[in-house]
């Protein structure tokens, strides 16, 4: 994608298949190209801006169908160009055609997402906002949403455009120490800078500390559902998403892989796996199946381990790493009516179900919900959710840290502004401030045509 062109391009807006469909049109001369296939009461480059049209797009005498043209013109737009949205009927025959004669008025089909790097460019957005763009048309429940939202109106943008800001500032007095270095004075208060370095660390490793909670938000909370077999954990899996993905059957090592279903609790959506039967074996590939279960419990947040109500004692104890939760879940209890009722359990306590019969199975759901706190997320709290954002992070607070060990050591002002500009270079990427096309083209080749 060449970042210097402004010619005019094309693309639909909405999926196919839908009662109606948007075409979106911008760049210089966008407007009288729709002119050129236009019939309406008015010429378009004749009618006020952010109006909206009626009329027919034809082809010489042809009409092609009746549309609503929707009028922007720049600087006031999304791309920050003239642009044009055509509302026709959802038939792609009809779509193809409309686009096909903008493209011999003109026009040319837009590459993925480069509206939106119309947008980044013209400085209508920076390029963490660019970003979230995909993230809210990708969001599949309130939580995803609410990140996405919060980062596309602003987010952490703000905080650290202006935490740049003041580095930058800095760095610049350290620098002006140069020109006076004979005499040996200081413009940039140490004592100051210390305090200020602190206080960047702090919110910068906040900053990395949610992204644990940002990611699973985002790519759904891995959950896995471990026990010995046939204790019901693929019983429990068609139970929570509501359909049979896992095959069940009285024999022990039926599920042989990893098998997974996501499902929404509550605005969350949560990523369930169910994995093979932990118990030794020496069939070669049910062994290859416990394997697997092995690597998924390494990547879960989540682990519920299951049971059988028979055999409660027989759970074998298992190694969490730092940051997982274990729910225990005692399965079956509609075979062993001296177990009675439910039990009520505190949130520390162990669930007892049917996954056969559902019982006690909201009770499961609450407690998985409860352990993902979105209130923050809700109130517009900034959570890292994008992998390149952390990343930059991380080695932004690398960077800082050796600023502050410079300071301590006493190094000199042009040495300590070299490590200052390092941070300033990993903030400055999340944003855009730095930046290059082979970034770009990565980032914005992720998105659907039109966006």
Same mark, same amino acid.
């Given at each position: 994608?060449?970042?210097?062109?402004?010619?005019?391009?094309?693309?639909?807006?909405?999926?196919?298949?839908?009662?109606?469909?948007?075409?979106?049109?911008?760049?210089?001369?966008?407007?009288?190209?729709?002119?050129?296939?236009?019939?309406? #009461?008015?010429?378009?480059?004749?009618?006020?801006?952010?109006?909206?049209?009626?009329?027919?797009?034809?082809?010489?005498?042809?009409?092609?169908?009746?549309?609503?043209?929707?009028?922007?013109?720049?600087? =006031?737009?999304?791309?920050?160009?003239?642009?044009?949205?055509?509302?026709?009927?959802?038939?792609?025959?009809?779509?193809?055609?409309?686009?096909?004669?903008?493209?011999?008025?003109?026009?040319?089909?837009?590459?993925?997402?480069?509206?939106?790097? #119309?947008?980044?460019?013209?400085?209508?957005?920076?390029?963490?906002?660019?970003?979230?763009?995909?993230?809210?048309?990708?969001?599949?429940?309130?939580?995803?949403?609410?990140?996405?939202?919060?980062?596309?109106? %602003?987010?952490?943008?703000?905080?650290?455009?202006?935490?740049?800001?003041?580095?930058?500032?800095?760095?610049?007095?350290?620098?002006?120490?140069?020109?006076?270095?004979?005499?040996?004075?200081?413009?940039?208060?140490?004592?100051?800078?210390?305090?200020?370095?602190?206080?960047?660390?702090?919110?910068?490793?906040?900053?990395?500390?949610?992204?644990?909670?940002?990611?699973?938000?985002?790519?759904?909370?891995?959950?896995?559902?471990?026990?010995?077999?046939?204790?019901?954990?693929?019983?429990?899996?068609?139970?929570?998403?509501?359909?049979? #993905?896992?095959?069940?059957?009285?024999?022990?090592?039926?599920?042989?892989?990893?098998?997974?279903?996501?499902?929404?609790?509550? %605005?969350?959506?949560?990523?369930?796996?169910?994995?093979?039967?932990?118990?030794?074996?020496?069939?070669?590939?049910?062994?290859?199946?416990?394997?697997?279960? =092995?690597?998924?419990?390494?990547?879960?947040?989540?682990?519920?381990?299951?049971?059988?109500?028979?055999?409660?004692?027989?759970?074998?104890?298992?190694?969490?790493?730092?940051?997982?939760?274990?729910?225990?879940?005692?399965?079956?209890?509609?075979?062993?009516?001296?177990?009675?009722?439910?039990?009520?359990?505190?949130?520390?306590?162990?669930?007892?179900?049917?996954?056969?019969?559902?019982?006690?199975?909201?009770?499961?759901?609450? #407690?998985?919900?409860?352990?993902?706190?979105?209130? %923050?997320?809700?109130?517009?709290?900034?959570?890292?959710?994008?992998?390149?954002?952390?990343?930059?992070?991380?080695?932004?607070?690398?960077?800082?840290?050796?600023?502050?060990?410079?300071?301590?050591?006493?190094?000199?002002?042009?040495?300590?502004?070299?490590?200052?500009?390092?941070?300033?270079?990993?903030?400055?990427?999340?944003?855009?401030?730095?930046?290059?096309?082979?970034?770009?083209?990565?980032?914005?080749?992720?998105?659907?045509?039109?966006?």
């Amino acid at each position: 994608m060449t970042l210097n062109e402004h010619d005019i391009i094309a693309a639909p807006a909405t999926a196919t298949g839908g009662a109606i469909a948007v075409i979106r049109i911008s760049g210089e001369g966008a407007v009288e190209c729709c002119d050129s296939i236009f019939r309406g #009461r008015t010429p378009l480059a004749e009618a006020k801006p952010y109006t909206v049209h009626y009329g027919e797009i034809v082809d010489g005498e042809r009409v092609i169908d009746d549309v609503l043209v929707t009028l922007f013109r720049a600087p =006031h737009s999304y791309t920050g160009e003239d642009g044009v949205e055509i509302s026709t009927h959802g038939s792609a025959y009809i779509v193809n055609e409309v686009l096909s004669l903008l493209v011999r008025h003109g026009a040319r089909m837009a590459q993925p997402g480069e509206f939106s790097v #119309r947008a980044f460019l013209a400085g209508k957005m920076d390029l963490s906002q660019a970003e979230a763009v995909a993230d809210m048309i990708a969001s599949s429940s309130r939580a995803s949403h609410s990140l996405a939202s919060t980062q596309m109106r %602003g987010g952490y943008s703000a905080s650290l455009a202006e935490l740049r800001s003041r580095l930058l500032n800095v760095a610049s007095l350290l620098e002006l120490e140069l020109d006076f270095s004979e005499e040996d004075v200081e413009f940039a208060n140490r004592e100051e800078l210390a305090a200020m370095l602190d206080e960047a660390s702090g919110e910068i490793k906040r900053l990395c500390d949610s992204f644990s909670l940002g990611n699973a938000i985002k790519e759904g909370v891995a959950t896995v559902i471990v026990g010995e077999p046939n204790v019901g954990k693929s019983t429990l899996l068609n139970r929570l998403v509501g359909e049979e #993905r896992a095959m069940t059957s009285d024999i022990a090592g039926t599920t042989r892989d990893t098998i997974e279903a996501v499902c929404n609790i509550d %605005g969350v959506v949560f990523r369930f796996v169910d994995t093979a039967g932990l118990r030794q074996t020496d069939d070669r590939l049910e062994q290859m199946g416990i394997d697997r279960t =092995h690597q998924a419990l390494e990547r879960a947040q989540i682990v519920v381990q299951m049971s059988d109500a028979g055999n409660e004692s027989e759970a074998e104890p298992l190694m969490l790493q730092e940051g997982q939760t274990l729910i225990r879940v005692v399965n079956k209890i509609d075979k062993y009516a001296d177990l009675g009722s439910v039990s009520t359990a505190d949130e520390s306590g162990i669930i007892y179900l049917s996954a056969k019969s559902g019982e006690g199975v909201d009770t499961l759901r609450q #407690r998985l919900r409860s352990v993902i706190d979105t209130e %923050g997320i809700y109130a517009g709290e900034t959570v890292v959710s994008n992998s390149r954002h952390y990343e930059a992070l991380c080695r932004a607070l690398k960077a800082l840290s050796l600023a502050r060990q410079a300071l301590a050591d006493g190094v000199s002002g042009d040495l300590l502004s070299e490590e200052l500009h390092e941070v300033l270079r990993h903030i400055g990427e999340i944003t855009g401030e730095v930046t290059s096309q082979e970034i770009l083209n990565n980032i914005f080749s992720t998105f659907c045509i039109g966006k």
